[in-house]
């Protein structure tokens, strides 16, 4: 008798993994499938948490995801995998249940990264937010009328509450070692852009200020916010919004090259493994996967983009269905949306790397124009702040390597404004071929 196949396991039941199982039933297969998923919940969508959950305009729990197709599948929710064995080609659960595979799909996302504990970071009173229960613990204490809200770290999701905030009437402050806010994802040019929408929504932004630790009182509970001038910052409510590290600490010892920086994969999506040789029966999509991008010279990155999760979740369950003289690489235009202060941004390319940016419509001014990131003569990202209708121009531009600026009809103005985009040197010179964090550094 033939045995069971053992079919194929997602390991990560959020936006990838969900995305990824019903292309795999989209794309014939009708074998076992089961998706195993560390939070109980069903997938749900986590952009609208830092937006409308957090203004009370959505409670946390309607943010599920809807599913596009019938799986049959088996879900494991609510426990999440601590090892996989590729020998045995099994994955363990926290449970101590243990689940064999004939292809497994990594999609374990990232976490964000935590206050470390010796500086204050198990005080009452600070949060992070990457999942639902986090944005409705946030939602509760932000109900509760804090008398001092510090946000450190101004990526995307520290400016993105930081507005909301505002929108709701609380005393914000945000703190950042950078000059400007968003220095790390648009560079100071335009970071400036949101430091003046900060100042008008009546946050205080306090830009080169690096937070050391946090003091609690008796109870346990945060007080203030201790600076590496020695000063401090009163802080009843502490946002961490420090970025996130990859979760990949249940493969530790699978002799993958996997760290915190990501799960490395071929242009196939298939996983590494130590030797650098590519796995046949594992891939990986999403937030965790560090993959090599045929745009930017197959440099390594790990873009933490929603857009990014559905499209190579699709395209590694494309490839586990193929043959192996059929894996086709993965050539994505990462681009990516957030709104704040009333603005509705988006970007497309990576702006890693860029020495030049051109504002080509609208004005920094206004706060309505469209910018273009150059390097070495090419352009590489384009930014809209509320004037997205050329953007999709600009993404054709960028994928047939045009020259910088790309010069479009759509170029509205008497004068192109040309400017460095001020990048921190680290990030200047990300050219090199090394690992890039691209959302929510
Ligand atoms: C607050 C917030 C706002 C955002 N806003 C935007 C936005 O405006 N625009 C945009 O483009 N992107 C945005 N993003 C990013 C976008 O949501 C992510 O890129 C997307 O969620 C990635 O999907 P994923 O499935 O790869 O990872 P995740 O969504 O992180 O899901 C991974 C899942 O795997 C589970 N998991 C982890 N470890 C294990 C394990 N060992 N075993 C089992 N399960 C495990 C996790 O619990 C999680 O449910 C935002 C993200 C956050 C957190």
Redesign the pocket.
């Known amino acids: 008798m033939t045995p069971e196949p053992a079919g194929i396991v997602v ?9 990824g199982a019903e292309a795999l039933r989209r794309g014939g297969y009708d074998g076992p499938l089961t998706l ?4 109980p ?1 069903r ?9 409308h959950v957090l203004a009370g305009a959505l409670e946390a729990d309607a943010t599920r995801l809807p599913e596009l197709t019938s799986l049959r599948a088996r879900w494991r929710l609510g ?4 090892a996989l064995d590729r020998a045995a080609r099994t994955v363990r ?2 449970d101590g249940s243990v689940l064999a595979y004939d292809k497994l799909l990594v ?6 990264r935590p206050w470390p504990a010796e500086t204050g970071g198990d005080l009452a009173g600070i949060h992070t ?3 639902r229960d ?2 409705r613990t946030l939602r509760t204490a932000l109900v509760a009328g804090p008398r001092h809200v510090l946000i450190v770290g101004a990526g ?2 520290g400016c ?1 509450a930081a507005s909301c905030l505002r929108d709701l009437g609380l005393p914000v402050t945000l703190a950042d070692p950078h000059p400007a806010p968003l220095a790390n994802s648009f560079g100071t040019f335009v970071g400036g852009v949101i430091a003046g929408c900060l100042r008008d929504a009546g946050a205080v932004f306090r830009p080169g200020t690096q937070v050391k630790a946090f003091e609690g009182d008796a109870a346990g509970r945060v007080v203030r916010a201790r600076l590496a001038d020695g000063s401090a910052l009163e802080a009843d409510l502490v946002i961490a919004a420090l970025g ?1 590290v990859r ?1 990949t ?2 493969l530790r010892r699978a002799d993958l090259m996997a760290d915190p920086g990501g799960l490395t994969c071929d242009a196939a999506c298939r996983a590494r493994a130590a030797d650098g040789t590519a796995c046949p029966d594992i891939y990986a ?5 560090r993959w090599p991008i045929p745009l930017y010279e197959g440099r390594l990155v790990c ?7 559905v499209e ?2 699709s395209h590694a369950a494309r490839n586990m269905l193929a043959g192996p003289g059929d894996q086709r690489p993965y050539t994505h235009l990462p ?5 704040q202060f009333g603005i509705n941004i988006k970007l497309v390319g990576l702006t890693a790397g860029a020495d030049s940016v051109a504002v080509v419509q609208g004005s920094r001014a206004s706060r309505r124009f469209l910018a273009v990131y150059g390097q070495a003569g090419r352009s590489i990202a384009a930014l809209s702040f509320d004037q997205a209708r050329w953007l999709p121009a600009y993404a054709g531009a960028i994928l047939a390597g045009a020259a910088f600026p790309p010069i479009l009809d759509a170029t509205d103005q008497p004068r192109i404004e040309r400017a460095d985009p001020g990048f921190s040197p680290s990030r200047a010179s990300a050219s090199a071929p090394r690992p890039v964090e691209v ?2 550094a």
């Not at 997938?43 to 937006?51: E, G």
């Open positions: 390991v990560g039941a959020s936006l990838a993994g969900l995305r195993v998923g560390a939070e919940h997938p749900y969508d986590r952009p609208p948490l830092s937006k426990s999440a995998a601590v659960l926290a999609a374990t996302g990232a976490q964000a937010l990457r999942g986090d944005a995307l999701i993105e996130a979760a600490g249940w999509a999403g937030d965790v996967a873009v933490e983009h929603w857009g990014n999760a190579q979740a681009a990516f949306w957030s709104s959302f929510h």
